[in-house]
């Protein structure tokens, strides 16, 4: 009976070698590996807003453009839309005082002598973009499958996507009257067109929850 030979790992090193990596874990190893690059590529995207919005914009512009020449897939893009609605009143809407978990940020003002405090969304210029691009990547590859086309009478959820529009947009809008703010100003607020909004000075009605009161001390 022969010698056995100890058995040598991949750098030439004797001693027990580790047993080889099962494809769950070789796929979940090369997935982060894919993961971490791809958040590395869009963390340098970061200053450069301009140019992801209209990338996003564009995409988004072809995509739509293919849903309505194919007449396919309108439910994929209902949903999309409700994920972006989502997000969008993330978006525009500030964190204040009394909000859960969030307690540490200032109130915002509500009129032209309060102390000047800048405006901080719920969810971030760059989070909001990314979540965007990501649901709209998601249905791209899911236009991709026919079993994905589930047949929906268009006109109804177009006409629903229009109120559901309205509605939420109005509701925002109130939430910023309650901090005498216009409502051309709460608009340009959320685009970043202006930095401090103009106080109207007008009371308002009851205080909305997890808003600053206007005539608060």
């Known amino acids: 009976m022969g010698d056995v030979l100890p058995q040598t790992s ?36 970061i200053p450069m807003k301009n140019e992801r919005w209209i ?50 940020m200032p109130s915002l003002p509500t009129s032209s002598g309060d102390e000047y405090k800048p405006f901080v969304r719920k969810l971030p210029e760059y989070k909001f973009w990314r979540t965007l691009a990501e649901g709209q990547a998601m249905a791209a590859v899911a236009s991709l499958f026919p079993f994905f086309d589930i047949p929906v009478y268009a006109p109804i959820l177009v006409i629903y996507l229009c109120l559901l529009g309205f509605v939420l947009v109005k509701q925002e809008l109130s939430r910023w009257e309650r901090l005498n703010v216009s409502k051309a100003d709460a608009v340009k607020q959320w685009f970043g067109l202006i930095k401090k909004p103009n106080y109207t000075g007008k009371q308002t009605g009851a205080k909305e929850p997890g808003m600053p009161s206007p005539h608060a001390d």
């Open 55 to 104: 990338g996003l914009a564009v995409v988004a512009a072809i995509y739509l453009l293919r849903v309505i020449v194919t007449g396919r897939f309108y439910l994929i893009t209902y949903c999309l839309y409700l994920y972006a609605a989502g997000k969008f009143v993330l978006f525009v809407t500030p964190r204040v005082t009394g909000d859960s978990m969030q307690d540490d």
């Open 10 to 45: 991949p750098g030439g090193q004797e001693g027990p070698v580790s047993p080889p990596e099962t494809l769950p874990e070789f796929m979940k190893a090369k997935s982060s590996t894919v993961f971490d690059q791809i958040d590395s590529v869009l963390n340098m995207t």
